[in-house]
């Protein structure tokens, strides 16, 4: 399905609108999930989309009232 699809990390650039060092940034540090093949990245569709819809419930939670 679409949600399955592994995208490089410019496909989730571009879907999700981001820059690709912000999202080649994140896969380092561990806060995007992606597989490592050689020395390509490719990213589940649905497992960045849960990550960043994690992320930013998190950043409402402490956020400053």
């Given at each position: 399905t679409k949600h399955d699809e592994l995208?490089?990390?410019h496909g989730v650039a571009?879907?999700?609108r981001l820059p690709v060092?912000?999202?080649q940034a994140e896969a380092?540090?561990?806060a995007l999930p992606c597989l490592r093949v050689g020395r390509r990245r490719?990213?589940?569709l649905a497992a960045v989309r849960a990550a960043l819809v994690k992320r930013a419930?998190?950043?409402k939670e402490?956020?400053?009232t």
């Open positions: 995208l490089n990390v571009r879907v999700f060092a912000w999202v380092d540090r561990g490719l990213f589940s419930a998190e950043r402490v956020a400053p």
